[in-house]
């Protein structure tokens, strides 16, 4: 079939509305794009140099919802679906994916990166890991209303800080605390407070703490007020006052800067966890020997394995993980100039994209 997208021809040259064909192989669907989320990672393959693994000229996008509307042999009961595509499409054959860690699968498709994604009418992916969405339209399936563009930010805002979650071990009446209140920390937040956690925001926008206080925030530190010491002292405050010991305390580092990295590796205590989910090409000196001294753990998170996402879906129907206020919706034909606004000025919401019809 006929698709159309914005199509990146060299870095930081505006995109091209630029027709081509597709058709699904075995095994692969094509999916009519509902909403594409743009993505601090798009950003970087734009404007930064961070390569992409299929070179220019390729269709940037992985954080995708719509409708399944070709299929190859093998999997046509996917045909019609409304679906949710996780930025990482592990292959599930090889020894990676059966030891469990699809994450990095040498053979995942990243949309967007590996192949064309999601900035146009349609994407051809692969069909394993596509998360099916519930009847939108049926009340008790989906009480907050959400419509499906809306649900393409699970695909990485949501799912990533999940993933990161789990593996942290966070259980419900451990301490969460975020470092950065952003596009990912924002949900990071929310999820914990969801399992049961006593959940921290700490970022250095008053804005972004203000709205993480009506979403799972049981505190909130401006980093922008305070040195890292006092940062520290203040979220030991909060563990003394809930009888939370170090051991159960996970740190995630969702800012994906140099200053929040420092900050959420300073606040390591005994038996502690740190989870480095956000993103920053510049280095960042550290003591790395207070891992050894506190007997702790620092480990980093690349996207989400397709199995966690239906409860991912579920918490976001169920309203447990807000989006709306989190989110904001956009033309895709303002592709250029929201690349452009986004690149000078971080967005306090994540931006979905949703094609014209
Ligand atoms: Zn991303
Ligand atoms: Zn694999």
């Not at 592990?90 to 990676?96: F, I, R």
């Not at 209140?181 to 970022?203: C, E, K, T, Y």
């Not at 956009?330 to 606004?341: C, K, M, W």
Request: proline share 8%.
């Amino acid at each position: 079939m006929r698709v159309e997208s914005w199509v990146v021809r060299g870095p930081a040259i505006p995109m091209t509305w630029e027709a081509r064909e597709e058709r699904a192989g075995p095994d692969e669907v094509v999916v009519e794009v509902a909403g594409c989320g743009v993505c601090h990672t798009d950003l970087g393959f734009f404007y930064d140099g961070v390569p992409t693994r299929h070179p220019f000229p390729l269709t940037l996008g992985h954080e995708i919802s719509g409708v399944v509307v070709d299929a190859g042999p093998g999997v046509e009961e996917w045909i019609g679906r409304a679906v949710v595509v996780p930025a990482v499409l592990p292959c599930g054959a090889c020894d990676a994916c059966r030891a469990g860690r699809g994450q990095i699968c040498p053979n995942q498709i990243f949309p967007g990166c590996d192949v064309d994604g999601g900035f146009g009418t349609h994407v051809r992916v692969p069909a394993r890991g596509l998360c099916p969405v519930p009847d939108l339209s049926d009340p008790q399936a989906n009480p907050s209303q959400l419509d499906l563009p809306l649900l393409s930010v699970i695909a990485d805002a949501v799912s990533t800080p999940y993933q990161a979650v789990v593996r942290s071990g966070l259980a419900a009446g451990d301490l969460a605390v975020f470092v950065g209140a952003g596009g990912i920390g924002g949900f990071g937040v929310q999820i914990a407070a969801a399992l049961g956690a006593l959940a921290v925001a700490i970022d250095v926008d008053s804005t972004r703490l203000d709205r993480m206080r009506a979403h799972g925030a049981a505190t909130t530190i401006d980093a922008s007020e305070m040195p890292t010491k006092q940062v520290r002292q203040r979220v030991r405050e909060v563990a003394e006052a809930h009888s939370i010991p170090t051991w159960r305390t996970r740190i995630f580092e969702t800012s994906g800067t140099v200053a929040g990295q420092s900050t959420a590796f300073a606040l390591l205590g005994h038996g502690g966890v740190l989870s480095i989910v956000g993103y920053t090409p510049k280095p960042v000196e550290l003591r790395l020997s207070n891992l050894m001294a506190f007997d702790a753990i620092a480990q980093g998170n690349w996207g989400c394995l397709p199995e966690y996402y239906p409860a991912i879906v579920d918490l976001v129907l169920k309203g447990r993980v807000a989006l709306r206020p989190f989110v904001e919706t956009r033309a895709l034909g303002s592709i250029n100039s929201t690349f452009e606004e986004l690149h000078h000025a971080p967005a306090n919401r994540r931006v979905v994209l949703i094609p014209e019809r």
